[in-house]
């Protein structure tokens, strides 16, 4: 959504059609015996704002659909809503009465409240909040009783009631057949290949997916939705495997020990406990996966999709100080704020900050010319933006193409690099298995230096997702078997690439 929702202009425009068919036929008007100057002015002042602010969003006023499937809610939620008020009108036509007064009044009221909070609107939800309360009390004031007033009071307790638990229970169907779609997509998952798979992603003309299979030191590649064009992606969370090969290549040096404490490296109160290094490169440290900062708002209204754009490395070390934790292992929790601190580590081992370090190891050592970090921008749209002193950077910032990263993952799979292989050794048991995951094979059963291992089937992976991109890389523990898939496809859209690359290294043939 922009600032134009068409979708609200929609609402709008057929909740209107009745009043205007009403006015048109009463030339008169309403009926008003309820005089209270300050109501109508507000009523007025609410229905307009939410009128117009349905239609446009004013910008720094609002963050759109803010989770997975939000915006069908929003849509079929205010279709059986905008339909009943409709059919109501229809029904009612020659009736007055405290339940007409209430169901026209509640309804519209509800879709604009509903509306305000489904896409985070500050302004929407303040005008729908003005309109409800002096609409329905002028309504409700203004209607004619044709019954007792005991009559009326029931009347009126099972009207609310009843509109109240509509909406809940659209509301609660939405999500209900939301759920039972998303069952019902496993099972068709079953008996897609992978092919299958990358060719309903692709419908969507936009969307592109590089693919490199590497079978016995030999690597394909395939470009899917364009011309064959190399395309540079945001590779998201598989930036940790970089900043867990740094860690290797620190620890060949003699630069790095894993047990150790991030206190021996970092400006920090030594009789205090911090974690280790490989607590946190396999995330059982006992950090959250972040720690909310003030700006995070500020990038939701300013329409920044990075969350953590503008948390400084300083943030992050003062919050490090702050959290207290106890030295143990804790359970396992992907942490991008634990791979942030690694990050800070290792620019007190090599005395420069994490982009600049980073960006040299991948250019002189890995010898990938189109891989960088924090580049933010390619040949695609919608990267993320990075501020220079950001925290965040080394948990997943990297842009990288298709060559590129096939490069790298022969890096693991030939064992080029001499400390390369420590990386998907063993370090913790983690059991991070969920039901999801497992019923399309894939397991994260132990953690190395930040490499997930499905020891059931035998592969070494990581994923990857921005708001816009996401991304797999994984091979076989014998080397003989990788994947790399790259897509700027949104990870809450249609199959992820994590359950592609699966397929394609459980199933014999690359596309079966």
């Given at each position: 959504m922009t600032w134009f929702n068409y979708c609200g202009l929609i609402f709008i425009a057929i909740i209107m059609a009745p009043n205007i068919v009403f006015a048109i036929k009463n030339k008169n008007g309403y009926s008003n015996t309820y005089r209270n100057k300050t109501a109508e002015i507000l009523e007025q002042l609410g229905r307009y704002g939410c009128m117009a602010l349905m239609t446009f969003n004013i910008p720094y006023t609002w963050i759109s659909f803010y989770f997975s499937y939000a915006e069908i809610v929003y849509i079929v939620v205010n279709s059986v809503f905008v339909f009943a008020y409709c059919v109501i009108w229809i029904v009612l036509w020659k009736k007055s009465g405290i339940v007409k007064a209430l169901l026209l009044s509640i309804?519209?009221?509800?879709?604009?409240?509903?509306?305000?909070?489904?896409?985070?609107?500050?302004?929407?939800?303040?005008?729908?909040?003005?309109?409800?309360?002096?609409?329905?009390?002028?309504?409700?004031?203004?209607?004619?009783?044709?019954?007792?007033?005991?009559?009326?009071?029931?009347?009126?307790?099972?009207t609310v009631t009843s509109v109240i638990l509509s909406f809940v229970i659209a509301v609660v169907s939405c999500f209900g057949g939301i759920a039972i779609y998303g069952q019902s997509s496993f099972s068709k998952l079953d008996n897609m290949s992978a092919l299958d798979m990358i060719k309903y992603d692709c419908e969507n003309k936009n969307t592109k997916i590089s693919v490199a299979i590497i079978e016995n030191g030999n690597v394909d590649y395939c470009i899917?939705?364009?011309?064959?064009?190399?395309?540079?992606?945001?590779?998201?969370?598989?930036?940790?495997?970089?900043?867990?090969?740094?860690?290797?290549?620190?620890?060949?040096?003699?630069?790095?020990?894993?047990?150790?404490?991030?206190?021996?490296?970092?400006?920090?109160?030594?009789?205090?406990?911090?974690?280790?290094?490989?607590?946190?490169?396999?995330?059982?440290?006992?950090?959250?996966?972040?720690?909310?900062?003030?700006?995070?708002?500020?990038?939701?209204?300013?329409?920044?999709?990075?969350?953590?754009?503008?948390?400084?490395?300083?943030?992050?070390?003062?919050?490090?100080?702050?959290?207290?934790?106890?030295?143990?292992?804790?359970?396992?929790?992907?942490?991008?704020?634990?791979?942030?601190?690694?990050?800070?580590?290792?620019?007190?081992?090599?005395?420069?900050?994490?982009?600049?370090?980073?960006?040299?190891?991948?250019?002189?050592?890995?010898?990938?010319?189109?891989?960088?970090?924090?580049?933010?921008?390619?040949?695609?749209?919608?990267?993320?933006?990075?501020?220079?002193?950001?925290?965040?950077?080394?948990?997943?910032?990297?842009?990288?193409?298709?060559?590129?990263?096939?490069?790298?993952?022969?890096?693991?799979?030939?064992?080029?690099?001499?400390?390369?292989?420590?990386?998907?050794?063993?370090?913790?048991?983690?059991?991070?298995?969920?039901?999801?995951?497992?019923?399309?094979?894939?397991?994260?059963?132990?953690?190395?230096?930040?490499?997930?291992?499905?020891?059931?089937?035998g592969i070494i992976w990581h994923n990857g997702a921005t708001t816009d991109f996401n991304t797999y890389m994984g091979f076989t523990k014998d080397g003989k078997k990788g994947v790399v898939l790259l897509s700027n496809l949104s990870p809450n859209e249609k199959i992820s690439m994590t359950v592609i690359g699966a397929k394609i290294l459980t199933s014999n043939s690359p596309f079966n």
């Amino acid at each position: 959504m922009t600032w134009f929702n068409y979708c609200g202009l929609i609402f709008i425009a057929i909740i209107m059609a009745p009043n205007i068919v009403f006015a048109i036929k009463n030339k008169n008007g309403y009926s008003n015996t309820y005089r209270n100057k300050t109501a109508e002015i507000l009523e007025q002042l609410g229905r307009y704002g939410c009128m117009a602010l349905m239609t446009f969003n004013i910008p720094y006023t609002w963050i759109s659909f803010y989770f997975s499937y939000a915006e069908i809610v929003y849509i079929v939620v205010n279709s059986v809503f905008v339909f009943a008020y409709c059919v109501i009108w229809i029904v009612l036509w020659k009736k007055s009465g405290i339940v007409k007064a209430l169901l026209l009044s509640i309804i519209p009221s509800l879709i604009f409240l509903f509306s305000g909070v489904m896409i985070a609107s500050i302004p929407l939800t303040v005008f729908a909040v003005i309109f409800a309360t002096t609409h329905i009390l002028i309504s409700v004031k203004n209607a004619v009783p044709t019954e007792t007033s005991a009559k009326i009071k029931m009347n009126g307790i099972i009207t609310v009631t009843s509109v109240i638990l509509s909406f809940v229970i659209a509301v609660v169907s939405c999500f209900g057949g939301i759920a039972i779609y998303g069952q019902s997509s496993f099972s068709k998952l079953d008996n897609m290949s992978a092919l299958d798979m990358i060719k309903y992603d692709c419908e969507n003309k936009n969307t592109k997916i590089s693919v490199a299979i590497i079978e016995n030191g030999n690597v394909d590649y395939c470009i899917y939705g364009s011309n064959n064009l190399i395309y540079d992606y945001e590779i998201g969370s598989i930036s940790k495997t970089f900043a867990g090969l740094l860690c290797a290549k620190a620890v060949n040096e003699g630069k790095l020990n894993l047990t150790d404490s991030i206190s021996k490296y970092l400006d920090l109160d030594e009789t205090k406990y911090y974690p280790t290094i490989e607590r946190l490169l396999t995330h059982t440290s006992g950090y959250d996966a972040y720690y909310f900062e003030s700006s995070m708002i500020g990038n939701k209204f300013a329409h920044i999709t990075n969350d953590f754009y503008g948390i400084s490395r300083t943030q992050i070390l003062n919050k490090v100080k702050s959290v207290s934790l106890e030295d143990k292992d804790y359970p396992f929790v992907y942490s991008n704020f634990g791979i942030s601190v690694v990050g800070l580590v290792l620019e007190k081992i090599y005395n420069c900050n994490f982009t600049d370090i980073m960006n040299d190891f991948i250019r002189n050592e890995l010898n990938l010319a189109n891989t960088q970090v924090a580049k933010q921008s390619g040949n695609l749209d919608k990267y993320w933006k990075w501020k220079e002193n950001d925290g965040y950077i080394p948990a997943g910032s990297i842009i990288s193409d298709i060559q590129d990263m096939a490069k790298y993952l022969q890096l693991y799979m030939s064992d080029k690099l001499n400390y390369s292989a420590n990386t998907f050794v063993k370090i913790k048991d983690i059991n991070a298995n969920n039901p999801t995951y497992e019923k399309m094979n894939i397991r994260m059963d132990a953690c190395g230096m930040t490499w997930m291992l499905d020891n059931q089937n035998g592969i070494i992976w990581h994923n990857g997702a921005t708001t816009d991109f996401n991304t797999y890389m994984g091979f076989t523990k014998d080397g003989k078997k990788g994947v790399v898939l790259l897509s700027n496809l949104s990870p809450n859209e249609k199959i992820s690439m994590t359950v592609i690359g699966a397929k394609i290294l459980t199933s014999n043939s690359p596309f079966n």
